[in-house]
């Protein structure tokens, strides 16, 4: 005698999930272009990862994990996986960034600083002409007008660690440690101080810096935010690029002057060396996870408001997508020699001895990941990490053989100038 089979549960039907199991569900929403993404956040743990109108954007946190060392990422990814396999889910769109998606941002180091992977409450995404909303458990009215972010009130700068002067001796220092042969790039970090006569809403500066750079990738997460230029790493559906930056000159607001210095950037021995170690980099940490890969034999110029940089996406086809994840494929990318130097842990060692500050999250990698393990981490630039009514900005410079220290510090402020604008700005 024989029995016919047993149907499995539909979605609708499908065994109770475990006690702390997140129920996630995801459906589209209609949300005309012309809404921002940004006029939908309220101030409750907001998150964003924006470009050009579409991205992500959550708030509340349904479950997180923080972790620390140099386990922050196997941590993370360990934390991920077991959340994931708990989950149950419900997707009616089906496109990278729905379902069950979580939010990061790591520390540039292994000691000291913490770092955070976090799951939304609720998270509005948008990509071309699709919407959807993605609710983790019970949601009482998920989505609607919310107050408008206030501004922060008079903003004071001082300097962070080191103040000019001490930074371009520092600068100086690791000239002549490159001519000396002990290294051939490193990348050398400086902090800005900005206190506000009232605690900062961090939503005033994201909506500044969406606008003014809608080429870069507006972020945050956990206090940290910025618009960075610098896209680390992407995973989706198998393909895998890496946008990598090295090589700046500051804009001068005249069109046809600009157009000049973009062409010198092109040409600059200094800067294409830079560059070039900086894509060498990239290149050799995905070449284990790609079947194939295309590195541009040559940058193109990078404009945006303030700087212009050299600029060269790197691609490739991920050949173990089933066991390597967005996050990392990150791990394994950071830090570059963008953000580090070259060879890495000489440059990384150096900054430890000279830089004479701690990074916290500054240049480390920040974005989301959904239950596939696609996403897309980018390098925490043109950022700062905001507490109360303090606002520590970041900006940093590849040094090499014939970098001016003089040079480096106008190209140090120039980078500062996205976060002091979108704090002050009216």
């Given at each position: 005698m024989t029995s016919s089979p047993t149907p499995g549960p539909t979605p609708d039907q499908a065994s109770p999930a475990p006690a702390d199991a997140l129920v996630v569900r995801t459906?589209?929403?209609?949300?005309?272009?012309?809404?921002?993404?940004?006029?939908?956040?309220?101030?409750?743990?907001?998150?964003?990862?924006?470009?050009?109108?579409?991205?992500?954007?959550?708030?509340?946190?349904?479950?997180?994990?923080?972790?620390?060392?140099?386990?922050?990422?196997?941590?993370?990814?360990?934390?991920?996986?077991?959340?994931?396999?708990?989950?149950?889910?419900?997707?009616?769109?089906?496109?990278?960034?729905?379902?069950?998606?979580?939010?990061?941002?790591?520390?540039?180091?292994?000691?000291?600083?913490?770092?955070?992977?976090?799951?939304?409450?609720?998270?509005?995404?948008?990509?071309?002409?699709?919407?959807?909303?993605?609710?983790?458990?019970?949601?009482?009215?998920?989505?609607?007008?919310?107050?408008?972010?206030?501004?922060?009130g008079t903003i004071s700068f001082a300097d962070g660690a080191l103040n000019g002067e001490q930074w371009m001796s520092v600068v100086a220092d690791a000239v002549s440690r490159i001519s000396a042969g002990d290294l051939e790039k490193v990348v050398l970090a400086r902090d800005l101080i900005a206190t506000a006569s009232e605690p900062v809403d961090v939503r005033w500066p994201l909506r500044r810096l969406a606008t003014t750079y809608p080429m870069c990738w507006t972020f945050h997460v956990d206090g940290m935010f910025g618009a960075t230029p610098e896209m680390l790493v992407r995973r989706e559906r198998g393909l895998v690029t890496s946008r990598v930056l090295a090589g700046t000159i500051r804009r001068t607001g005249d069109d046809e002057r600009d157009l000049a210095l973009a062409a010198t950037l092109a040409r600059s021995s200094k800067d294409l060396e830079e560059h070039e170690y900086a894509v060498r980099s990239v290149a050799d940490a995905l070449e284990p996870h790609c079947s194939s890969m295309n590195v541009p034999e040559a940058p193109f110029v990078l404009h945006l408001p303030n700087v212009m940089h050299l600029a060269s996406d790197v691609a490739g086809v991920v050949h173990d997508a089933a066991t390597v994840s967005s996050l990392q494929l990150a791990e394994a990318l950071?830090?570059?020699?963008?953000?580090?130097?070259?060879?890495?842990?000489?440059?990384?060692?150096?900054?430890?001895?000279?830089?004479?500050?701690?990074?916290?999250?500054?240049?480390?990698?920040?974005?989301?990941?959904?239950?596939?393990?696609?996403?897309?981490?980018?390098?925490?630039?043109?950022?700062?990490?905001?507490?109360?009514?303090?606002?520590?900005?970041?900006?940093?410079?590849?040094?090499?053989?014939?970098?001016?220290?003089?040079?480096?510090?106008?190209?140090?402020?120039?980078?500062?100038?996205?976060?002091?604008?979108?704090?002050?700005?009216?």
């Open positions: 459906i589209r929403l209609d949300l005309d272009r012309a809404t921002s993404l940004l006029d939908l956040l309220p101030a409750d743990r907001p998150v964003t990862w924006l470009r050009r109108g579409d991205g992500l954007v959550g708030w509340g946190a349904a479950a997180e994990v923080r972790t620390q060392g140099d386990t922050r990422f196997a941590d993370a990814a360990k934390w991920w996986s077991e959340t994931v396999a708990r989950a149950t889910v419900r997707d009616e769109v089906g496109e990278p960034g729905t379902g069950l998606v979580s939010f990061g941002t790591f520390a540039f180091a292994d000691e000291p600083g913490d770092s955070i992977l976090v799951v939304p409450r609720i998270v509005v995404g948008r990509r071309g002409q699709t919407a959807w909303l993605t609710t983790v458990g019970e949601v009482a009215a998920p989505i609607g007008p919310v107050p408008p972010a206030t501004a922060p950071h830090p570059s020699a963008a953000v580090g130097g070259t060879p890495t842990t000489v440059a990384t060692d150096l900054i430890t001895e000279i830089e004479g500050m701690d990074r916290d999250r500054y240049a480390g990698p920040v974005g989301w990941m959904d239950a596939s393990g696609d996403g897309e981490w980018g390098i925490a630039l043109r950022s700062a990490r905001v507490e109360g009514r303090t606002v520590r900005l970041f900006a940093g410079c590849g040094i090499v053989a014939d970098s001016d220290p003089a040079a480096e510090l106008a190209e140090a402020q120039a980078k500062f100038v996205p976060v002091r604008d979108a704090l002050t700005a009216g």
